[in-house]
T-cell receptor, first 114, second 111 residues
Framework: NAGVIQTPRHKVTGKGQEATLWCEPI?????VFWYRQTIVQGLEFLTY????????DSGMPKERFSAQMPNQSHSTLKIQSTQPQDSAVYLC????????????FGPGTRLTVL | QQKVQQSPESLSVPEGGMASLNCTSS?????YFWWYRQHSGEGPKALM?????GDKKEGRFTAHLNKASLHVSLHIRDSQPSDSALYFC???????????FGLGTRVSVFP
């Protein structure tokens, strides 16, 4: 079991460019979550899929952020027109089901917007 | 203001000593508390969850929840250098809205 896989581990983009982050959840896990981590704000929930269906995206900045889960083996987080304030570590987690069970986090993708 | 507040911000503990971390919720309507630990360059890893009043022990880790005071604590007995990490308290308020994390307590274990 390789755990949750996130690629790339580091990404540098210029202001205004697009960034796509990839997540491969643990096989058999039905729930996938995206979080963002910064020094100032800490860990913030972005969005949640259950059985590939979007359940909640209340933490997503509405205009430039989008997430998809086209199949059970991967999810993507896309940020359009990246801004310096989008610089953060983006973490993906998966779990077997509901919120009461443990979430397994990937190592994160460090996004730097110049 | 953070919905989940942790204290202290940082903590130095001698090897073999006891580390005590605190967490308070500003919202009474929590379902669970989780404690997560994050080593540098890695994602957070769950240590334990607690939802009933009282103590819950897993190895060298003991969590204590007091629902009346909305307070949960984590105690690490016989601290080891490998326990040096960032520790997060996280609460579930709504099953459809994700974990709400505190800002963390950085624990350093020195020889």
């Amino acid at each position: 079991n390789a755990g949750v896989i996130q690629t790339p581990r580091h990404k540098v983009t210029g202001k205004g460019q697009e960034a796509t982050l990839w997540c491969e959840p643990i096989s058999g896990h039905s729930a996938v979550f995206w979080y963002r981590q910064t020094i100032v704000q800490g860990l913030e929930f972005l969005t949640y899929f259950r059985n590939q269906a979007p359940i909640d995206d209340s933490g997503m900045p509405k205009e430039r952020f989008s997430a998809q889960m086209p199949n059970q083996s991967h999810s993507t987080l896309k940020i359009q027109s990246t801004q310096p304030q989008d610089s953060a570590v983006y973490l993906c987690a998966s779990s077997l089901g509901d919120w009461g069970v443990e979430q397994y986090f990937g190592p994160g993708t460090r996004l730097t917007v110049l | 203001q953070q919905k989940v507040q942790q204290s202290p911000e940082s903590l130095s503990v001698p090897e073999g000593g006891m580390a005590s971390l605190n967490c308070t919720s500003s919202d009474r309507n929590f379902q669970y508390f989780w404690w997560y630990r994050q080593h540098s360059g890695e994602g957070p890893k769950a240590l334990m969850s607690i939802f009933s009043d009282g103590d819950k022990k897993e190895g060298r880790f003991t969590a204590h929840l007091n629902k009346a005071s909305l307070h949960v604590s984590l105690h690490i007995r016989d601290s080891q250098p490998s326990d040096s990490a960032l520790y997060f308290c996280a609460a579930i308020y709504n099953y459809a809205q994700g974990l709400t994390f505190g800002l963390g307590t950085r624990v350093s274990v020195f020889p």
